[in-house]
């Protein structure tokens, strides 16, 4: 019988050398500024802000966008559009601040201090959190905007995976709509009145004209843009993967 190997016999001493570098440099990580609403500085942040029109309908549907450590608002707005410093469609409502330490900034290939080496080299990487944000944003401003497959979402989703943050390479715009759903923080009373009152007026005034018809319109409007994002991500990945 062959002598039973120790998978320790396999690892490249190089590799955890560099792991361990890798582990060293995020235990490093500088602190970060406060959020800054007065001055839109949000560091570390996914930020979010209600559509016109869409978000009067769908008050949960919304505007996402990334910031830099320094605090500074980067989105995906429209085709080939990168715009830096504010939200396009408003200010920040709801924002959350992600942890540096669930990011996996590799120098090399034997630097990832996730389980998803190959799959996050293939995908992508950066070797801070700017960087990240930078090589995000030069591939999505040679890119074509779509509601509906290519939009705000998917570049955040598209941010997270280049940091293979918390460990997963499969954040895509249901999550990221999630996770800002969930864990967001409201900037203040204002914020949460400017994005429930249109869509509380037009419910009203859609009640008053029509009756409670239009509360079955509204509830078959939610469940379909429900239903189409969770197919389009889920059953018809290839239409979205077809935009990268």
Known sequence: MLPRRSPMMDVNPRYVVERDNALQIKNDLGPLDGSDPSKEKFPCCLVWTPLPVV?????FVGHVAICREDGTIVEFSGANLIYVGTLSYGDVARYYQLD??????PRTIGGHTCNKSYQHSEFGTGVSWDDAVHLSARNFEHRSFNLFTCNSHSFAAHFLNRLSYGGSMDWNMVNVWALMLSKGH?????AILRSFVPFIVMLCYGVLMLGWPFVVIMLSFFLLIAGWYLLITYCFKNLVDDED
């Open 55 to 59: 978000s009067w309908l769908a008050p």
């Open 100 to 105: 540096r330490q669930q990011c996996c900034f």
């Open 186 to 190: 409201w900037v203040d009373g204002s």
